[in-house]
C-alpha cells in the first residue's frame, strides 16, 4: 500500500529512496579521461603553451601561507614526513624561477634508494634516526639554495640544453598521435 502524508503527496511502496537510486558504470571512466588529457597535452602547438615564471605579486603567489612565501622556493632541500623523504629539485624547473635552465645533474645513488623504500612491518622504526642524515640537511636549509643567472633577452636554457632535453625526455605522453610535438624537435629553444 502506498503511504498517504497528505491529499497531495502519496508516498510509493516502501523503499523510498529506491526510487532514486540507479546505477552507476564507471567502466573505463577514468581511462577515457586520462587518454582524453594526454591527447590535448600531446596536440598542443608551441605558441599554446604559455611558459609563466612564478612571481611575487601574482595570484598564484599570494594565495600561499605568510610562512610560504618566507621561504625561497629555490633550495635544493629533503621535504621529510616521518618515514617519507622527498627531494625538491628545483634545478629542473629554474626557467620556473626566473633563472637560465641549465642540465641538471642526474640523482645520486642514495636518492634514488628512497623511492624504494618499503615501510611495511616497520612499526617500531625510529625515523628521525633512519634519516639522520637528510635532517641535517634540512637543518642547513639556507645554504642549499639554488642560484643561477637571471633569463636575459629571451635566452631561458644554456645551448645545449635541448639537445640535452631531447634525449632523456618521453616527448609525447600518449602513444596514439604520431608528431603531435613538432616544435619540440624542430630545435626551437623555448
Known amino acids: 500500500m502506498p503511504t498517504i502524508i497528505d491529499e497531495e503527496n502519496i508516498l510509493p511502496h516502501p523503499p523510498y529512496a529506491a526510487r532514486w537510486s540507479y546505477h552507476l558504470s564507471r567502466t573505463h571512466a577514468a581511462h577515457n579521461a586520462v587518454r582524453i588529457i594526454r591527447n590535448t597535452f600531446d596536440r598542443m602547438k608551441q605558441n599554446e603553451f604559455i611558459w609563466t615564471p612564478y612571481g611575487g605579486e601574482g595570484p598564484d603567489v599570494q594565495s600561499l601561507p605568510i610562512y610560504a612565501l618566507r621561504t625561497p622556493w629555490h633550495i635544493k632541500c629533503p621535504l621529510i614526513h616521518y ?25 645520486p645513488v642514495s636518492e634514488r634508494r628512497l623511492h624504494t623504500l618499503d615501510r611495511r612491518g616497520r612499526h617500531e622504526q625510529d625515523w628521525a634516526s633512519f634519516h639522520r642524515d637528510y635532517i641535517i640537511q634540512w637543518n642547513d636549509v639556507q645554504s642549499l639554495m639554488v642560484v643561477r643567472p637571471e633569463i636575459e633577452n629571451d635566452r631561458d636554457t644554456v645551448p645545449d640544453y635541448m639537445n640535452w632535453f631531447r634525449q632523456i625526455t618521453r616527448i609525447q605522453i600518449s602513444h596514439e598521435i604520431e608528431s603531435a610535438t613538432p616544435w619540440i624537435s624542430s630545435g626551437e629553444h623555448k
Not at 618515514?83 to 635552465?101: C, D, T, Y
Open 83 to 107: 618515514a617519507i623523504v622527498e627531494i625538491h629539485h628545483p634545478e629542473r624547473v629554474l626557467r620556473q624561477f626566473g633563472m637560465i635552465q641549465d642540465i641538471p645533474p642526474n640523482p
